[in-house]
């Protein structure tokens, strides 16, 4: 999908969107002759749902001192009553027993074989046929692809 096939597809949906919005107050309008009653009911709730917004915003604008405080009513304030403490909330101060990280380490001039330990395995543990095999196998898959 390259540049103009994208720009294409996002102005043809913002040709479909502005079509939509253009139709939406006929398609209202023809929702209300067919179906009145549910759009009466529709209209009847939204103005319910800005009556009640607008009777809580008077009781809250008149019950405290100064405009948008909720005042000092009991019923709010038993609302707070389990307030909790501000170093309830923080952390103390963590001890500085921790080590702090090396970037990179000393190199090591020798190594012992306690050392090296971890990172040897010794190959004639396993027995030397393991290995014979193994070769076996990839020689002759090389000796049958050579013409």
């Known amino acids: 999908m390259g540049l103009s096939d994208f720009t294409g597809y996002i102005a043809e949906l913002f040709f479909d969107f502005r079509n939509y919005i253009a139709a939406l107050p006929l398609k209202i309008k023809e929702f209300a002759h067919k179906e009145p009653r549910l759009m009466l009911l529709g209209a009847g709730g939204f103005v319910l749902i800005l009556v009640i917004v607008v009777l809580v915003m008077v009781v ?15 019923a709010i304030t ?21 080590p702090r990280s090396l970037l990179e380490r000393n190199r090591r001039d020798s190594w012992t074989a306690e050392d090296a330990a971890p990172f040897w395995t010794d190959p ?8 014979e095999d193994l070769m076996k196998d990839v020689v002759d898959r090389i000796m049958e692809r050579v013409p």
Do not use: K
Not at 78 to 98: I, K, Q
Not at 124 to 131: H, L, N, S
């Open 60 to 74: 809250l604008s008149r019950s405290g001192g100064r405009p948008g405080s909720m005042g000092d009513s009991d």
């Open 78 to 98: 038993g609302l707070f009553a389990n307030e909790l403490s501000g170093e309830e909330f923080f952390l103390g101060e963590e001890p500085d027993f921790l």
């Open 124 to 131: 004639m543990e396993e027995g030397p046929r393991v290995y």
